[in-house]
């Protein structure tokens, strides 16, 4: 009965907004165009975001409906509006252009949500629900499941979204986006080729960010890149809506799964309807919370990125620089340091006299060997090596080749073993860095065992190859032929190696106390040779800016996001109040008509029952004296009397009667017209009465979100906003109290308890007249 009294249009209130998203203060303007104060019109709004989710807690045994197939749509519940019939869905899941192949990499990890060709129960009949909500936890269309989650379910919502209502949605939150958003494009491509359906070009650009809610069953690579706080005007998530109405609608499956297809489909339909009712008196509350949360995340995160920019004041870097750093690739990439001549010039040499045998090689000859399972060359390669030689050594010495022991080969090795530590030191530095991003993500995937064991299988990777790295780099510093050359270079007073070869320090040096910590005790000078520190830092610094920059752009989207849903709630309040006063008037109106009509009516009664014979007055009608006395002349006044009661002449003839029998028979009919239109009156009534309590309704929901709007300035938080929330409640509703969630939960579970007691009411043989009633 709540359902069918809400729906104003059919009750003649044909201004009163309906469609998609009709009763939500933020989203009623999508889709439909509207008429603001001094006549301007404005046109369509898109729908910012749609969360698409399914509830598999809601089935329905195959047992109950043996007789019927589940695509048959018999009976239909009453006031369905929300519901996808199965036939539609069934046709839908079978066309072609809705075929999707199967995924043959999920790089992403083993979330199951998308398995495409999804199992069919041999228990039941229809595995669950899918809907898809707006921001606010308003219900747009809903559909039942006949397999496992398939993408095919989210296109056909979206397909009656988006094609069909041409509504275009801004952002689609889902489980499995990050695959999802490939079969978007390519499902359109398949639309567009067929040329039956108009898409609507803002269609194409629909974004889709990773819920927060299942952000984490995802993998840091799938996080990194599908994360809402990359996408321009995403604002800041509120939670995920549908998962907090499955927590209503879920227990409704205890009892649903044992009830008919209709008998089901209407239940769940009035649960979703009974919570959106409390959602359109909470609606205000929940934009003020929702704003006061995104001043809040504001204002925190303009402190912390007051604190980073200090941080960059008081380090070598300036600001610029790192923010130029930050508007790069989330993750540095690491590029190999540019080998100088003189280096390659070694190693080729180095790596042919150990092919040739040649004698006085030095002792880190064994250093440059090729990597493990490469190739030895062949003649052609050896030639273009011997060729390569000879080129360099016209280049770097005139052509002549230097001897192992001679001055300018030393130079070589020189600056060989100059880049062989500063390249390994590189590699260090990304390594390290690798592990506290790793550190970061055991915190956030701390609940899924899965991925923790295979972050566990990356970090002993990283920890190997640093082991290995830093193992080379202590090799090439404590070599005899780099002791060598630094007494040599000591002797000479000549510019010494860019890091340490002190064998004494090199005893000091540690792994866990020293590279794991960020420090590279071998490089002689911070600003000189270890720059790659100096990077690493500017790219933490970097990386936090770009945090906070994106986390406060995010806030400030919401909080002028909220202030728009704030005014199209005022405007769908201004809609709703305009629309009963035009009801209103014109059912007073309809009334004035009626109450005329019964009046004509009335006097053609008593105009026909004077033409009854003697024999019919006495035994059915009054005394002959007061029909003396009500009946004027009878061709004018019948006439007259059958003008007004019967304009189209339809049951009362135009002429009157020419005997008793046929005056009766116009009587009989004039007292069935004056009943019919006396319940008519009681009815339209009826509803001037509804109109009157909508209309008081929506004037106190109006005046409580002026209150609350206004009061909730930007200095209030959000613990104020909850004691000025139940301020506005007692003030314009005469409650003492807002009902808390514990309390819809409580109803909710007195009406599961219900439905068990009664489910024998509800199944295969139920009436007809049940359903429509």
Avoid at 163 to 180: G, K, M, P, S, T
Wanted: charged letters at 25%.
């Amino acid at each position: 009965l709540s359902t069918a009294l809400s729906d104003w249009t059919s009750l003649g209130a044909k201004e009163y907004p309906s469609g998609l998203f009709s009763n939500c203060g933020g989203c009623w303007r999508s889709g439909k165009s509207c008429t603001l104060e001094g006549g301007k019109v404005e046109t369509s709004r898109p729908l910012h975001s749609a969360f698409v989710d399914g509830n598999f807690k809601t089935p329905h045994l195959r047992a109950q409906c043996k007789k019927n197939d589940v695509t048959v749509d018999k009976r239909k519940p009453p006031n369905r509006s929300k519901f996808i019939a199965n036939t539609d869905v069934m046709a839908f899941m079978e066309a072609d252009q809705n075929q999707v192949p199967l995924d043959p990499s999920k790089t992403c990890s083993d979330f199951e949500a998308d398995v495409e060709l999804g199992r069919v129960s041999k228990v039941y009949d229809i595995t669950g629900i899918m809907g898809l909500f707006c921001r606010h936890g308003y219900c747009g269309v809903a559909l039942n499941m006949f397999t496992g989650e398939r993408y095919a379910y989210a296109l056909l919502m979206l397909f009656k979204i988006c094609i069909e209502q041409h509504i275009v949605v801004l952002f689609l939150w889902y489980d499995i986006n990050c695959r999802f958003k490939s079969r978007w494009p390519k499902w359109l491509r398949k639309l567009e080729d067929m040329k039956q359906h108009r898409i609507d070009p803002a269609v194409w650009d629909m974004k889709f960010p990773l819920p927060p809610f299942h952000k984490y069953a995802h993998s840091a690579r799938c996080q990194q890149e599908n994360s809402a706080s990359k996408f321009e005007g995403v604002g800041r998530p509120p939670g995920e809506p549908p998962e907090q109405r499955w927590s209503h609608i879920g227990p409704q499956g205890y009892t649903t799964q044992y009830m008919t297809r209709p008998h089901r489909e209407g239940r769940l339909e009035r649960v979703m309807h009974s919570m959106e009712v409390k959602t359109n008196r909470t609606l205000p509350m929940q934009l003020v919370r929702m704003h006061a949360r995104a001043r809040e995340q504001k204002m925190a995160t303009a402190t912390a990125k007051d604190i980073v920019h200090i941080e960059i004041q008081g380090s070598d870097f300036s600001l610029e620089e790192v923010q130029r750093l930050a508007t790069q690739a989330d993750t540095p990439q690491s590029g190999d340091l540019e080998k100088p001549q003189l280096a390659t010039y070694a190693v080729l040499r180095l790596r042919q006299g150990l092919r040739l045998g040649e004698e006085g090689l030095p002792g880190i000859a064994h250093l440059v060997l090729p990597k493990h399972g490469q190739r030895q060359l062949g003649l052609p390669g050896q030639n273009k090596v011997a060729s390569e030689l000879g080129r360099m050594e016209r280049i770097l010495f005139q052509g002549l080749c230097p001897e192992m022991g001679g001055e300018d080969f030393e130079s070589a090795l020189q600056v060989l073993a100059e880049f062989e530590v500063g390249r390994y030191t590189q590699e260090l530095v990304l390594l390290v860095s690798r592990l506290g991003w790793l550190d970061i993500l055991f915190n956030k995937v701390a609940e899924r065992a899965k991925e923790v064991k295979n972050l566990n299988k990356v970090k002993a990777r990283v920890l190997q190859d640093i082991k290995v790295i830093y193992g080379k780099v202590l090799s090439w510093v404590s070599s005899p032929t780099v002791q060598r050359l630094a007494a040599k270079l000591e002797s000479c007073d000549a510019e010494p190696f860019s890091f340490r070869t002190s064998l004494s320090e090199v005893r000091n040096w540690s792994m866990e106390k020293d590279v794991f910590e960020g420090n590279f005790p071998w490089m002689r000078s911070a600003r000189d040779a270890n720059d790659d520190v100096q990077q690493s830092m500017k790219r933490k610094l970097a990386q936090r800016l770009r945090v906070v920059y994106s986390d406060y752009h995010r806030a400030d989207e919401e909080e002028k996001l909220v202030d728009e849903e704030k005014q199209l709630t005022i405007q769908l309040y201004d809609a709703q109040l305009q629309a009963m006063e035009v009801a209103e008037a014109r059912t007073i109106q309809e009334l004035q008509e009626i109450e005329a009509l019964v009046w004509n009516i009335g006097d053609l009664t008593r105009v026909s029952f004077s033409c009854f014979n003697a024999d019919d007055v006495q035994s059915t009608g009054p005394d002959a004296a007061s029909i003396e006395r009500d009946s004027p002349s009878l061709p004018s006044c019948w006439t007259a009397a059958t003008a007004a009661a019967d304009g189209r002449r339809e049951w009362a003839p135009e002429t009157p009667p020419g005997s008793g029998q046929e005056a009766k028979a116009v009587w009989l009919q004039c007292l069935q017209k004056k009943h019919a239109l006396r319940e008519l009156v009681r009815k339209k009534r009826g509803l001037l009465s509804l109109f009157g309590k909508q209309h008081e309704q929506v004037k106190n929901m109006k005046a409580f979100a002026n209150h609350i709007f206004g009061a909730c300035g930007p200095e209030v938080g959000v613990k104020a906003v909850e004691s000025i929330c139940r301020g506005g409640m007692r003030r314009y509703f005469h409650m003492q109290e807002i009902e808390d969630e514990d309390d819809d939960d409580n109803e909710l579970t007195s009406d599961v308890r219900a439905d068990e007691n009664n489910v024998h009411d509800h199944g295969e043989n139920a009436p007809e007249n049940d359903v429509e009633q």
